[in-house]
Structure formats: structure tokens, C-alpha cells
């Protein structure tokens, strides 16, 4: 009989109970299991009934839905609609060329995007998960994914926790649940029953999959596997996530939209007005068509997509994967951070920071700390060394490239002795080890008895200092002892105290001369081990952290200069979290006032309206839940805020899949990485600031682009209907349009979207949700470039086609002087605040080899014959040349002359 579940059915979700709660004969009968585990048989009955224990794969996208992606933008959709209608009069080879574009384009977003996916894929570690379960009573390996409900698991230190499950039996056994909770440090388990309301930072009874003993053993009866686990519940929240539009993509999705109306509107104007002067139909249809062409930046979606896939490579050399190409956009727009502790901001690692020392200064006995390692603080450390059960597993390797194993402590112990330069082998050989008690959670102390080089046996003791301490009779100072005040402990006792509350954990480090050794072994075998605590020698003390990583403090102060906010979401204690925020220089929103700080149970007491009005206030959020880290990006979203949340943890996904930009780390758990957007492939968050910089550059490259192409755009548009108004003929084939547009603009509109980054570029807030991507000054220069230019092409049309030369060459004197105009306003759109002669000139060498290849395909398209043929042009003179030229001088000055009319007055750019 299997487990109550209320579907039956592969991969079902059980129903959530309180399993912390039940007595465990109640917990065996629910799950109709026994203590010898189940049968073969019946274990092979769930699995098929409850599916394999494991997560829903990440569904792979299809390679046609990635390709179809890349045409849902406004911008291609009018490109495809100006294909139809050139097709539609019999236009073929405009037609060809504008769907050209549009394949382009598709296959460079196409390419990016696949190759993204495909190196998250070789990201993924490949791990053996392995189980030991009792079936038939007897214990067997098994994958991880062969366990079922009801089965009996085994752990022990150094295991991969396989499912959820109830403790049958405990030995010592403590769990680091980071990967769940957040919360740093192993986690004591003990069987028995929990209350109702725990929550799962609460369940001492009950261990989870995905998390790792590290210390004891234990067994327990799996009560949750796939879906049905801690993970598996963290999962489900990914599924079906909101869609949501970029800001900029939301910007360049109105442009597109707005384009369109635009050219809609003018081509059915200009058909009717056309008609409703007499004018042939198929005439005026071509006409309007022209004018749809002229109006379309044919080469801003592929620019576009250049500039995002060079700023996803930017960001990749930087140790950056970006996923997609909406992401890349979305980086430069970030205003808020949401940081993880452990693992993050944090070495997720315990070390030795500090050792106290027992002094005397002016009478009185202090504990002292010290920036450099004298005698006595060597002794503490070899005393850790005597006393820790780590192993090293490469002795033989560089300090930095050992591999340690054992409990957190053993290790941060075992590390801090070896980088003193303290050998290992030699120590163990001067102190013969003759026996061992080892570390226990309820007595909150190890052992180690010790027979030194003179014959002399010492009981090493390292533990909790409330528990040393009561036993200290003396202290060493120096090479003496002296006897313990009861006062002086006192004092002790509040050094210990001031470093807990700054987030350390402190451990008491003692010693005690042995006379009889025979008695050792009546400790160890009789279990008498509290008579070794008595009359101890109080050697130092020495306090343990997760260190900050060294980046952490660069990064805050590089986020909070470039405007960004930084607030620490953890699901650690309070006081070891506000520690961290002030070692990594998190301030306060007002820099007069200390961190705000709110817990779980603060976030659980408020409502959504509450949250959203309250979350500005807070710097550091502790002992949250990942449905509270959900809650808490979304309440920042509400505020119109652009939330990039980053961390590693399984308790990190659902928060990572909301925000706007989900950062996680290379060395995160696969859950986490698949719910990112970009990946850090270096713990370095100086990577993230990079990234945040080239989104920023995307951001002023493609508002470069779209300023010169819908400047360029509107000369053409105003053209033709100069033309019209005063009833001439089309100053431009629509070819020579094309060409100008796919050509002529696009070069320089390429090189544009490798500018490298302005100056201060991060010394600027992000750019406000609501404000457009062509703000005043952009509309002043597009005005200035299209009114301007196209008076003076219109002026040289009437006078060339009034020669003896004819249209023909009045047509090609407007489309070299188009093309050069072009080619030179590029230079001054490269930086809209700063004059041209600050901009360095050789910065961009594709920019000047886009105005040497251009001015050369320019010559060629009116000087060479099968260009002459394709284009409709003809060959033109010197003088043609100087008033083109000239022209296109005037342009560049009378930008300038907007960019110093703006730069004088910032409130005329709002």
C-alpha cells in the first residue's frame, strides 16, 4: 500500500502535511513504512505511482520558438510589411534586400541566444547522487532518484541529503541547510517532535534534500521526493512566471509602434492627396510605398541587435554569461540590488578571524587581540590543530589549492594553522595523540589527550566558551599561569558576548596537565567526560566568521556611486547579517541614521500594501523565506524600480526568475543558474558592476543609433515630400533609398554599436522607467539634421534637375550628398553632451574605416557601371562634390550649436 496521496499518477505533488509535528509511529503509519524499510517490490510500486525523485527538468526551448523570437518586434513586422508591398508592385529587387535585413537579423539574435543556452549547458556539472536506503532490511546504494516515500535513508558526514525526510536516529548529526535557507552554518538535528508553526529554519527534526551533513550521522524515513520536496515546493514557484517586457524593450517596442502609426498615416495621406489631384493610382502607390521606405530605418533593428549581442560578448570577457539579449538591455537599466549573504556577499566558508589572548595591562587581565601572531597565539592555533578532525586530502598542494574535509569549524581550524605556517605531520609527531572526545553538540566541546616530547600528557579542550569557562581555574599569561579571578572571567565572558553580537562564533580554547594517563582511557570508555573540564588553563580565545569577500566593499561602493541601492536579503540571523552589511560598507538610505533591519516575521505580520510602502526604509532583510525574498522583489518592482537579485541558493530561485535581472554565480546550485538571467562565472562581483556598465553603454549606443537613423530617416521623408508638395518628381529612386538606408546608414550605425563606454557612464543615476528614448535634445538634432539637410538636398535637386544634365542627375547629386550627410553626422551623435573636438577622435577605429568605406562605395555607386545600372545613378562632378561636402560640414556645426545650447541649460534636456 503506498503513502496517502490525493492524485494518483506519476510525479504527482503529495499534500502537504506537517510531518515536523507527528509523534513517529504516527509518521511511519501515514507513510505505511516500517523501520526495516520497505520491499523491493513495493519501492518499485512508488516510483512508478510517485515518478522518480527528481526535479522537473528545465524544458529545453525549441530551437524554432528561439528563431521566432526574433521577429516579434515592431520594427521587423514594419520591415516585413514594406517587403509585401514592394513585392506587391512587382519590386523585386528592393524587395530581396529589405528581407535580407530581416534575416540578418534573425540569425544574429538566433546565434546569440542559442549559444547562451549552450554554454549554460556545459556549465552544469556532472555529479554522481547516490542514496543509501534500507529496503528488505538491508542497506543498499541506490541513484538518488530511486527513492521513494516511506523509504529508510542513511547519512553521514560528507553526504549529499538525497530527499526529505523524518529523523529516525541522530547522532550528532548537524546539516548545512544554506543551500535551503540561507542561513550560514551547520544546523544540530534531534528526533522528537517540533511545534506546529516551526518554520523550516525551525525543523531540527527533519532534514532536506539537496542539503549536506557535515558532521554525525543519522537515519530518517523519506517523507517528500521530486516535487514533493523542500526543493521541489521552491520549484514549483518558478513555474509559469509573469511575462514581462524589458523597460527598453518597452521603449523600443512604442518607437517601433509609433513608426508604424507614422508611416501608415503619411503613406495613406499621401496616396489619397495624390489621388484627389488626379494623379495615375499605380503612380500614387508607388509613391506611397517609396515614402514607407524612406521612413523605415530599415538598419536599426539589425544595429540594435548588434549592440545588444557586442554587449552580451563585452560582458562574457568579463566574466559575465549573459542569456539573452532582452537581458543585456535590461542590465544598463538596474536601480535596485538585491544581494544574498551566504555565498554571496560572503566566502560561504568558515575561517579563523580573530584570536584573543589572555594580557595583562596596567594590573588588570584583558583579552586581547593582536594584528600579528606572537607566541601564545601560535599555541592557540597548534591547539586547534591538535584538537580539529579535519584531513587534508592534497598535502602536498600550494596552501590556496588544499583540499580540506571535515565539519566547517575542523576546517576554518585545520586552515588557520596551516596558512601561520605551522606543519601538520610535525606537531602530530611532537604530541602523540593517545586518545580522542570527540566534538558533541550536547556537550559543546572536543578533546584531544596529548603526551608531549618530555613525557608530559595535556587534555587539548576547544568548545563553547559558557561551557569552558565555568570550568577555568587558571589562565595562561605569557608562559605562566595564573589563577583565575572570578571578575576577570567576567570580562571574559563579555569579550565573547561583543563578538557574537558582531556575527562571530567563538570558541574557548583550553588545556589542562593530565598526571595519571591511564585514566584517559576511563574518560573515553566510561563516558566520564566532564571530570576532563575540571581545573582547565584558559589559553585564548578564537572567533570564526564567514568572511566577506574581498570585491564585496568595491562592489557597494561602485553600485551606490552609479546610483544603484543595495539591499541585503538573507535568511541568517540578524546580528551576523548586519555585521556583514557593515564589513561590505552597506549604508543606510539616509547615511546619518544606522541600517534598518526587518525580519521574517515582520515581512509575515505585513500585508502587500504595508510591504510596498516599508520596503524603501529597509537595508538588510534577515530570516526570510524564499516566498518573503519573492515578496520582497515584487514589492520593489511596485515601486517602479528595475530589481537585479542575486545569489546561489536554492531559496534564491523563485526571487531570481521575478526580478528584472537574475544574477546568479557559477558555483550555485543548477536550480538557481536555470532561473538566471545572467551568470557569473567568477565569484568577483566587480563582474556584475561590469556588466551593469556594458548594459548602460547598450543603452547609450542604441539611443546613438536611433537618434542618427531617424535623422537620416526624416531627410528622406521630408524630401519626398517637398517633391510632392510642389508636384516634382521623386528626388530619389526608391533603390537609391535603400541603398543610403542599408548601406550608407548602417555602416556608421555598425560601427556605433561598438562606441566604448563615455567617461561617466557610471557616475550617472539609471535612467528613469517613464522617460522616453528620444528625449529633447535627441529631438532637436534629429529635427535640426532632417530639416536642415533635406532644405539643402531640395535646393540641389532644383538646381541640377533644372540643368542641362536632367532628373538623372539631379537624383544622383541628392543621393551622394544623402549618403555623405550620413556618413559625417555619425561623428557628432557619438556623444550628445560633450563637443565634438573632446570626443577622441581615433577612439572608434570602425567609425573612421565606416567613413572610408562609405565615401568609397559612395564613388563606385555613381562611377562604377554595374552600380550606375543597379542604382539608377550617373556620374557626377568635382564642383558637386565641394557643395556636398560643404553641406554636410553645416550639419555638423549646426549640432554642435544644439549640443551647446543644451549642455548650458540641463532643464531644456527634461
Known amino acids: 500500500m503506498a503513502p496517502k496521496n490525493p492524485k494518483s499518477g506519476p510525479k504527482q505533488v503529495v499534500e502537504e502535511i506537517a510531518w515536523h509535528t507527528f509523534p513517529l509511529g504516527d509518521v511511519f503509519k501515514h507513510l505505511d513504512s516500517k523501520r526495516d524499510g520497505l520491499s523491493q517490490a513495493e519501492a518499485e510500486k512508488r516510483i512508478r505511482h510517485f515518478g522518480p525523485n527528481e526535479l522537473e527538468p528545465e524544458k529545453k526551448q525549441p530551437v524554432l520558438k528561439i528563431l521566432f523570437r526574433q521577429f516579434l518586434n515592431p520594427l521587423i513586422l514594419i520591415l516585413v510589411a514594406a517587403g509585401a508591398l514592394t513585392l506587391a508592385v512587382k519590386s523585386f529587387l528592393d524587395a530581396a534586400v529589405i528581407f535580407i535585413v530581416i534575416a540578418l537579423n534573425a540569425f544574429i539574435g538566433f546565434f546569440q541566444e542559442h549559444q547562451a543556452e549552450k554554454s549554460l549547458k556545459d556549465l552544469k556539472k556532472l555529479e554522481s547522487k547516490n542514496a543509501i536506503v534500507r529496503r528488505d532490511g538491508v542497506y543498499t546504494a541506490i541513484t538518488a532518484r530511486q527513492v521513494v516515500p516511506g523509504d529508510i535513508i542513511a547519512v553521514k558526514a560528507g553526504d549529499k541529503i538525497p530527499a526529505d525526510g523524518r529523523l529516525i536516529h541522530s547522532f550528532d548529526l548537524r546539516v548545512d541547510e544554506s543551500i535551503l535557507t540561507g542561513e550560514s552554518g551547520e544546523v544540530l538535528k534531534r528526533v522528537g517532535s517540533v511545534d506546529a508553526a516551526a518554520t523550516v529554519f525551525e525543523r531540527t527534526n527533519a532534514i532536506f534534500g539537496g542539503s549536506l551533513a557535515v558532521e554525525g550521522s543519522g537515519e530518517a524515513v523519506v517523507f517528500g521526493t521530486g516535487l514533493s520536496s523542500e526543493i521541489g515546493r521552491i520549484s514549483r514557484m518558478l513555474k509559469n512566471p509573469p511575462l514581462s517586457r524589458t523597460p527598453f524593450e518597452k521603449k523600443i517596442r512604442k518607437l517601433g509602434r509609433l513608426i508604424g502609426l507614422a508611416v501608415m498615416v503619411l503613406s495613406a495621406f499621401i496616396l489619397l492627396w495624390g489621388l484627389l489631384l488626379g494623379r495615375d493610382a499605380q503612380e500614387m502607390f508607388l509613391v506611397a510605398v517609396a515614402v514607407a521606405v524612406a521612413a523605415i530605418p530599415e538598419g536599426l533593428p539589425v544595429a540594435v541587435t548588434v549592440i545588444l549581442v557586442v554587449g552580451m560578448k563585452r560582458v562574457l570577457r568579463e566574466k559575465g554569461l549573459v542569456r539573452s539579449l532582452a537581458a543585456a538591455e535590461n542590465l544598463g537599466s538596474t536601480s535596485v540590488i538585491l544581494i544574498d549573504k551566504t555565498g554571496t556577499l560572503t566566502q560561504g566558508k568558515m575561517r579563523v578571524a580573530k584570536i584573543l589572548i589572555p594580557e595583562r595591562r596596567n594590573g588588570v587581565l584583558e583579552m586581547a587581540g593582536a594584528t600579528g601572531y606572537g607566541s601564545n597565539h601560535i599555541l592557540v592555533l597548534s591547539y586547534g590543530l591538535l584538537v580539529s578532525e579535519a584531513l587534508v586530502e592534497n598535502p602536498d598542494s600550494q596552501i590556496n589549492e588544499l583540499k580540506i574535509i571535515g565539519s566547517p569549524v575542523d576546517q576554518a581550524l585545520l586552515l588557520a594553522a596551516l596558512e601561520a605556517g605551522l606543519d601538520f605531520k610535525k606537531i602530530n609527531r611532537k604530541f602523540k595523540k593517545l586518545g580522542q572526545i570527540l566534538f558533541n553538540s550536547s556537550r559543546k566541546y572536543g578533546v584531544s589527550f596529548r603526551e608531549d616530547e618530555a613525557g608530559l600528557v595535556w587534555a587539548i579542550a576547544v568548545g563553547a566558551p559558557d561551557v569552558m569557562l565555568a570550568h577555568v581555574k587558571k589562565v595562561q599569561v605569557l608562559n605562566r599561569y595564573e589563577n583565575a579571578i572570578p571578575f576577570e572571567l567576567a570580562m571574559a565572558k563579555e569579550s565573547v558576548d561583543a563578538l557574537a553580537k558582531s556575527g562571530f562564533k567563538v ?122 525574498k519573492l515578496k520582497i522583489t515584487e514589492a520593489w518592482q511596485a515601486q517602479g524600480e528595475v530589481v537585479a537579485v542575486v545569489g546561489d541558493g536554492v531559496n534564491d530561485a523563485p526571487a531570481l526568475a521575478r526580478a528584472d535581472i537574475g544574477v546568479a554565480l557559477a558555483s550555485g546550485v543548477d536550480l538557481t543558474r536555470e532561473a538566471s538571467d545572467i551568470i557569473l562565472l567568477e565569484s568577483n562581483f566587480s563582474v556584475l558592476i561590469k556588466a551593469i556598465k556594458e548594459g548602460r553603454v547598450i543603452l547609450d549606443n542604441i539611443k546613438k543609433v536611433v537618434a542618427y537613423l531617424l535623422s537620416t530617416g526624416l531627410t528622406e521623408i521630408i524630401l519626398v515630400g517637398l517633391s510632392l508638395f510642389f508636384g516634382l518628381p521623386m528626388p530619389l529612386a526608391a533603390i537609391q533609398i535603400l541603398w543610403v538606408n542599408l548601406v550608407h546608414e548602417a555602416l556608421p550605425a555598425m560601427a556605433l554599436a561598438v562606441d566604448p563606454a563615455e567617461k561617466y557612464v557610471m557616475e550617472n543615476p539609471p535612467p528613469a522607467l517613464k522617460k522616453p528614448i528620444i528625449d529633447n535634445l535627441m529631438r532637436f538634432v534629429i529635427g535640426i539634421v532632417g530639416g536642415l539637410n533635406a532644405s539643402v538636398l531640395f535646393l540641389m535637386f532644383l538646381f541640377f534637375r533644372s540643368s542641362a544634365e536632367g532628373l538623372g542627375y539631379a537624383q544622383s547629386v541628392v543621393f551622394v550628398g544623402l549618403g555623405v550627410s550620413a556618413l559625417f553626422v555619425s561623428f557628432s551623435i557619438r556623444n550628445l553632451k560633450r563637443p565634438l573636438w573632446e570626443i577622441p577622435f581615433f577612439e572608434n577605429k570602425y567609425l573612421l574605416g565606416s567613413l572610408a568605406l562609405g565615401l568609397g562605395l559612395l564613388a563606385a555607386a555613381v562611377y562604377w557601371p554595374p552600380l550606375q545600372f543597379l542604382l539608377r545613378s550617373r556620374p557626377i562632378g568635382f564642383l558637386e562634390w565641394v557643395i556636398i561636402f560643404g553641406a554636410g560640414f553645416i550639419n555638423i556645426v549646426l549640432i554642435e550649436i544644439a549640443k551647446w545650447m543644451f549642455t548650458r541649460k540641463p532643464s531644456l534636456l527634461k
Request: overall charge positive; hydrophobic content about 45%; some cysteine.
Open 507 to 628: 570558541l574557548a580554547v583550553c588545556s589542562k596537565k593530565i598526571e595519571d594517563k591511564t585514566i584517559i582511557q576511563k574518560h573515553i570508555s566510561l563516558g566520564f567526560f566532564d571530570e576532563v573540564l575540571a581545573g582547565l588553563n584558559l589559553v585564548g580565545l578564537v572567533a570564526l566568521k564567514d568572511p566577506a569577500r574581498p570585491e564585496a566593499k568595491d562592489f557597494i561602493s561602485l553600485a551606490r556611486r552609479a546610483g544603484i541601492r543595495t539591499v541585503m536579503v538573507t535568511g541568517d540571523h540578524s546580528f551576523t547579517a548586519r555585521a556583514v552589511a557593515q564589513e561590505v560598507g552597506l549604508v543606510s538610505k539616509n547615511k546619518n541614521l544606522p541600517l534598518e533591519l526587518a525580519e521574517g516575521k515582520d515581512i509575515a505580520s505585513w500585508g502587500v500594501k504595508d510591504l510596498s510602502h516599508r520596503v524603501r526604509s529597509v537595508d538588510i532583510f534577515s530570516r526570510v523565506t524564499p516566498e518573503q
